[in-house]
């Protein structure tokens, strides 16, 4: 059975430090992974979006990487500010799976303390 | 503002009452999709259009619920006889190309609270 596990399940930070956020996932086969931040009663938006090529993306202090041997990804927050205080969701898509072929992780908990 | 949007953002009603939600996509994405969230849970697939066909339906989705896209643009989501378990939030996201390459632009939600 495809599934995504995100770790930790909640996290609280002080405002300005760093933090990881991890993901497995055992969909196969893979074909690319998202992670996606969702504010507070509003919908998930993009963050960053890898292929099995891809072992790093960037979108301003956010990074992303992916080890599609081990079926691992992490998501990395830089310099956090309090705007950053919400859920991240790791998704999964894998190859031929149509539009149900999208697993969703239950989501990080993220704050940010001033 | 062009992104994807949704009406009501929230809803309130008793059990046994019939719900009825829109979705309005972004105008140029030809795939539009419906989820189910509830608290502290991933989206969970409900049904997917491309154009104005129906392709594909989540075995979540009960004879009670029926979704709509008459004319490829904006689309329903209707729950009969609604029940304490439909209570979540519900996502609308289109694509303008089939996932996995495209990313999804999911809409605000609509949250549904059944008394």
């Known amino acids: 059975k495809n599934q995504v596990e995100q770790s930790p399940q909640s996290l609280i930070i002080l405002e300005g430090k760093n933090c990881t956020l991890q993901c497995n996932y055992t969909v196969s086969p893979f074909s690319n992974l998202r992670w996606y931040k969702q504010d507070t009663g509003r919908g998930p938006v993009s963050l960053t979006i890898m292929t099995f090529s891809e072992n790093t993306k960037s979108n301003g202090r956010y990074t992303a990487t992916l080890d599609a041997d081990t079926k691992q990804s992490s998501l990395h927050i830089t310099a956090s500010q309090l705007s950053d205080s919400a859920s991240y969701i790791c998704v999964v898509s894998f190859s031929g799976g149509g539009a149900d072929g999208l697993t969703f992780g239950k989501g990080t908990h993220l704050i940010i303390q001033p | 503002d062009t992104g994807v949007s949704q009406d009501p953002r929230h809803k309130i009603t008793k059990r046994g009452q019939n719900v009825t939600f829109r979705c309005d996509p972004i105008?140029?994405?030809?795939?539009l999709y419906w989820y189910r969230q509830t608290l502290g849970q991933g989206p969970e697939f409900l049904t997917y259009f491309q154009n104005e066909a129906q392709l594909e339906k989540s075995r979540l989705l009960s004879d009670r619920f029926s979704a709509e896209r008459p004319k490829g643009s904006f689309s329903t989501l209707e729950i009969q006889r609604t029940e304490q378990g439909d209570s979540a939030m519900y996502l609308c996201?289109?694509?303008?190309?089939?996932?996995?390459?495209?990313?999804?632009?999911f809409g605000p939600g609509t949250r549904l609270l059944v008394l």
């Open positions: 996201a289109s694509s303008p190309r089939f996932p996995p390459q495209e990313t999804q632009y």
């Open positions: 105008s140029e994405h030809n795939r």
